[in-house]
T-cell receptor, first 115, second 114 residues
Framework: NAGVTQTPKFRVLKTGQSMTLLCAQD?????MYWYRQDPGMGLRLIHY???????AKGEVPDGYNVSRLKKQNFLLGLESAAPSQTSVYFC??????????????FGEGSRLTVL | AQKVTQAQTEISVVEKEDVTLDCVYE???????LFWYKQPPSGELVFLIR??????QNEISGRYSWNFQKSTSSFNFTITASQVVDSAVYFC???????????FGKGTRLHILP
């Protein structure tokens, strides 16, 4: 089983460029999350989704947009990348509804560098 | 407000010592879940345990044990007879039922010295 797959794994951008990170899960999970991990800051929630067609803001949503057009995919977009967005990005998914206990299944992470 | 505090940034202990990682949380919900995750040097995030707000029983799994105390809003994690392979960053997390947000603490980096 693939589980949660993030694409790309590594990317270098110049300030002002745009890009999209793709997260795909094959576990039929309702909920999906995007986090960023920075040294000393732990994992901070950017955006999340509790179902197809729905998204919600997390702790640090500014500068990012997301879309959940298909249940299995959750896209994270940077419209105009800034050096402050240099980070490791993790996508995660979990069961929802009555089965929603919150255990997260994580992807391997995507390392983004903005020059 | 939803918040998770891991006050210990970094801990070093000698192998075979016991070590406790602290986690304090804040939430206005009466129904919530608490978690611990491990991130070894390889970088992946590994689920360790989940606890719901209605179950205050302590749990033991091998050398790992967890102490949940609602009175002090704490969910501490103890490793008994630590091993070098326990070296990792450990995260505590909180999920509130009201909005399904899952918030993490900043993590505790644990070094087990041989």
């Amino acid at each position: 089983n693939a589980g949660v797959t993030q694409t790309p794994k590594f990317r270098v951008l110049k300030t002002g460029q745009s890009m999209t990170l793709l997260c795909a899960q094959d576990m039929n999970h309702e909920y999906m999350y995007w986090y960023r991990q920075d040294p000393g800051m732990g994992l901070r929630l950017i955006h999340y989704s509790v179902g197809e067609g729905t998204t919600a803001k997390g702790e640090v949503p500014d500068g990012y947009n997301v879309s959940r057009l298909k249940k299995q995919n959750f896209l994270l977009g940077l419209e105009s990348a800034a050096p402050s967005q240099t980070s490791v990005y993790f996508c995660a998914s979990s069961y929802g509804g009555l089965a929603a206990t919150g255990e997260l299944f994580f992807g391997e992470g995507s390392r983004l560098t903005v020059l | 407000a939803q918040k998770v505090t891991q006050a210990q940034t970094e801990i070093s202990v000698v192998e075979k010592e016991d070590v406790t990682l602290d986690c304090v949380y804040e939430t206005r919900d009466t129904t919530y879940y608490l978690f611990w995750y491990k991130q070894p040097p390889s970088g992946e995030l590994v689920f360790l345990i989940r606890r719901n707000s209605f179950d205050e029983q302590n749990e033991i799994s091998g050398r790992y044990s967890w102490n949940f105390q609602k009175s002090t809003s704490s969910f501490n994690f103890t490793i008994t007879a630590s091993q070098v392979v326990d070296s990792a960053v450990y995260f505590c997390a909180l999920r509130q039922n009201r909005d399904d947000k899952i918030i993490f603490g900043k993590g505790t980096r644990l070094h087990i010295l041989p």
